[in-house]
């Protein structure tokens, strides 16, 4: 008869008793805004550092088709295989260029000199011609020509 079912009054004794287990739902909140604001505030942190840029010691890339190179002379005279051109009669050559093939990787070498300004005007000039791959072309630390590692993105 002890083992029988409970009376009213040790149930009443039963929903007095502090809970002994964490509610960790609060816990699992605060942590997920705590993801969201570090996910959200991460990007933002970058900062830009002064840089020479020039050298690398990245190795070659291999690619599936010869990327055609628009080089900005020392004068901050656009070319393209050993055509010069002006900032405006560029685009036209480079449109046409987009037209036979968009997908085709444009890399933009600028010589040392050029402000880099310049070489950012002709990176816009690509990107507006259609190109969505474009990448700069900077000297190995053993003198050659280095690939980049992958196509910049979008010319902007």
Known sequence: MA??????SDEDELDDMPMSEI??????DVMLV???IFMVAAPL??????VQLPKTSAPKVAQSKK????TVDKDGKPSIAKEVFTMESIVPRLREM?????????LVRGDRDVPYGKVMEVMG????AGFTKVSLIAQSSGGAAA???APAGTAR
């Open 34 to 36: 705590l993801l969201i």
């Open 3 to 8: 083992m029988g079912s409970l009376r009213a």
């Open 23 to 28: 509610n960790v739902t609060p816990m699992v």
């Open 147 to 149: 690939s980049p590692a």
């Open 45 to 50: 942190m970058t900062t830009g550092v002064p």
């Open 125 to 128: 000039l690509v990107g507006q």
């Open 98 to 106: 987009a037209a036979a093939d968009k997908d085709q990787v444009i």
């Open 67 to 70: 990327p055609q190179e628009v």
